[in-house]
């Protein structure tokens, strides 16, 4: 038989390998980005037109390429950077596989002009998937300018495949705060759309963060400095009391690459054990310095994870290190005698009186009783806010009893049954319907055919976001005024999220007063929002909107409405009492899509009566 193998032009090999290097406009920036850096530029400027759909282009003015060199530099394995396999261990550059230019010539038209300092003239150079079109003599100042148009010109699906505008544009940011984080001592601007949305001077590390993140950023900066023989790091961690909600702010830098690694990310949370609320995440700013020797970043074609040799004595460096920065800081107790007892305070507790010990007995406390009455909320820092939540619940609605939610359990008693069922029947009047709270996670109620099991948190999300939805649309959400108005301090792009969604926030109840570049004063909040959650929903708002595909049928007063609804919602693990519990039933049913949540999850199933009786054959 003939032979059947056969080499696969370049062109065909180059698209091939754009697949990998080449994800979207983002992976195109990050390219052109490093390639500027490892040029040795000192201002760098990059340009994008429709999130780069129509066009990515990077200028710089580093060393720039011969006329040879400019040709060659679309070949693919063509590197000015690695000569052979052991210059993969000594690596100071950011590129080394000579393959992105090559890629990206594959998949999109790309203009180059160059220029070296010591040429008259530079060279420029036109190619269109793979093929080189014109090739001329420029008069263009030092440095490189690369400009990439119509990416993914020749793969329709690829194409196809982008995100909207606004999801590839947060990508594309990404890229770029991750290679101006690493160079603060380059200088930076972004281009989107033709104004300038970032530029970033010749700066020290702090400054740099605060000029991508804002000013807010200033004062949530706690130094870590470490020098040890195998490691070297520095760079900041945020304060534990500003931890987002959000994995946002998390960047790791090997020598001056931006990493990813699970393990280290691990070390700084064990390095922050006790500080944090449930379910928040620090940020941190970090740069490790390792021999090159001791990695080997080859692992991943796009290069965000690295092996190390000794990860062990890594985690426990950095861990100490980030644990010392937070008690040097007195952020966190270094000693355990001797300490400033107001740094046990949980953080929203704070300043508020310490009152003198109470000896508490749990006067609902009934061995014979077979469910358990509501206990108060384990963790301390987070008492308030449920209860608040839950009286807010009920403004507007007709008492229940005398009593309100919160002194219910007040109105029972020990002992008896007889005694404190007597009490009952004056709170829940309704014996009939009862409901049962089952593992803080699940509202049992029985109905005609059997029983129904509710899920808390998605059946409440359901009732908020309905209520919320009635109020956007409606517009006439209730307001609470705050006492003092809140100043709450956003980056640009997090305040443009906020102005868009303005209006819809004002149907909501919210009330701002002061919208400036950098920061907005709320005066009002919709009722049922407790003062401690504001900048919490307005985070988890902003990196909805930031994560969502907002493409045809998307809708910023849905997105709202199902953000907000899953701030404020009870949380799974949350006890409830009994009113609460059958608040959440009735409302629930008196939704016009109980079934499911605001994201299509099924709310409660129901067990019937022949399906237990079939069980107990
Ligand atoms: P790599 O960066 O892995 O070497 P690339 O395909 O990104 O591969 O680039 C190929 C070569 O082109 C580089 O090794 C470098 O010599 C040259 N080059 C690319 N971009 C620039 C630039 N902005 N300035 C100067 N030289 C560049
Ligand atoms: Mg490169």
Redesign the pocket.
């Known amino acids: 038989m003939a032979d059947i193998i056969q080499l696969l032009p370049d062109h065909v090999a180059n698209q091939i390998a754009a697949g990998e290097v080449v994800q979207r406009p983002a992976s195109v920036v990050k390219?052109?980005l490093?390639?500027?850096i490892?040029?040795g530029?000192d201002v760098i400027k990059l340009i994008v037109k429709d999130a780069g759909k129509t066009l990515i282009q990077?200028i710089?003015d580093?060393?720039?390429?011969s006329v040879t060199?400019a040709r060659?530099?679309?070949e693919r394995h063509?590197?000015?950077?690695?000569r052979n396999a052991d210059d993969l261990f000594k690596l100071n550059?950011?590129?080394?596989?000579?393959?992105?230019?090559?890629?990206?010539a594959a998949i999109a038209h790309v203009e180059l002009k160059?220029k070296q300092d010591t040429d008259d003239v530079g060279t420029c150079i036109v190619i269109e998937g793979s093929e080189v079109t014109s090739q001329d003599v420029v008069v263009t100042p030092k440095?490189?300018s690369?400009s990439v148009k119509n990416l993914f010109f020749n793969i329709p699906a690829r194409r196809n495949f982008l995100k909207s505008n606004t999801v590839e544009l947060r990508h594309i940011i990404d890229e770029f705060h991750r290679v101006a984080l690493a160079h603060p001592s380059i200088s930076f601007s972004l281009y989107n759309n033709g104004s300038e949305t970032f530029n970033l001077p010749v700066s020290n590390y702090r400054q740099r963060i605060v000029n991508i993140f804002g000013n807010k950023t200033n004062e949530k900066l706690v130094p870590v400095e470490e020098d040890t023989e195998v490691l070297k790091i520095s760079g900041f961690v945020g304060k534990p009391e500003f931890a987002k909600k959000t994995r946002g702010e998390q960047y790791f830098f090997v020598n001056n690459r931006f990493i990813k690694s699970a393990y280290l990310n691990h070390a700084i949370l064990s390095a922050f054990e006790g500080l944090l609320k449930n379910g928040t995440h620090p940020s941190y700013f970090l740069n490790l310095e390792v021999n090159p020797q001791t990695i080997d970043i080859n692992i991943h074609p796009t290069k965000t994870e690295i092996k190390f040799d000794d990860e062990h004595t890594l985690y426990a460096i950095l861990r100490s290190a980030v644990k010392h920065s937070l008690g040097q800081f007195n952020i966190a107790p270094v000693l355990d005698f001797e300490r400033d007892a107001t740094l046990d305070t949980p953080y929203n507790l704070k300043g508020s009186r310490t009152e003198a010990p109470k000896i508490e007995v749990d006067s609902n406390f009934n061995p014979f009783q077979e469910s358990k009455p509501p206990r108060e909320q384990q963790n301390s820092s987070f008492k308030k806010a449920p209860s608040e939540h839950w009286e807010s619940l009920y403004v507007g609605l007709e008492s229940k009893s005398n009593g309100s939610a919160s002194n219910f359990s007040e109105l029972t008693f020990e002992s008896e049954e007889s005694t404190s069922s007597l009490f009952e029947t004056k709170v829940t009047p309704d014996k009939a319907n009862a409901t049962y709270q089952f593992h803080n996670k699940y509202i049992i109620s029985a109905i005609k055919s059997g029983m129904l099991v509710i899920d808390q948190s998605r059946a409440h999300q359901r009732i908020l976001y309905e209520d919320f939805l009635k109020d956007i649309t409606v517009k006439e959400g209730v307001s609470q005024q705050l006492l003092f108005p809140l100043q709450l301090h956003f980056s640009s792009q997090e305040l443009e999220i906020v102005k868009q969604l303005q209006g819809d926030l004002e149907h909501t109840g919210f009330v701002f007063s002061n919208v400036t570049e950098e920061s907005i004063e709320i005066k009002g909040v919709p009722v049922m929002v407790p003062e401690s959650e504001i900048s919490i929903i307005l985070e988890q708002l902003i990196s909805d909107v930031q994560n969502e595909v907002p493409d045809a049928n998307f809708s910023a007063t849905d997105l709202l409405a199902k953000s907000m609804a899953k701030s404020l919602a009870i949380k799974t693990g949350q006890s409830l009492q009994k009113d609460e519990q059958e608040h959440i039933v009735n409302k629930l049913f008196a939704c016009k899509e109980p079934n499911v949540s605001p994201t299509n999850r099924v709310t409660f199933i129901t067990v019937g009566v022949d399906e237990l009786d079939k069980k107990f054959i």
């Open positions: 390219e052109l490093e390639n500027a490892d040029a530029a990077v710089d580093g060393k720039g390429m060199d060659l530099s679309f063509a590197t000015s950077k690695i550059t950011k590129g080394f596989r000579g393959e992105a230019l090559a890629s990206i160059t440095g490189t690369i």
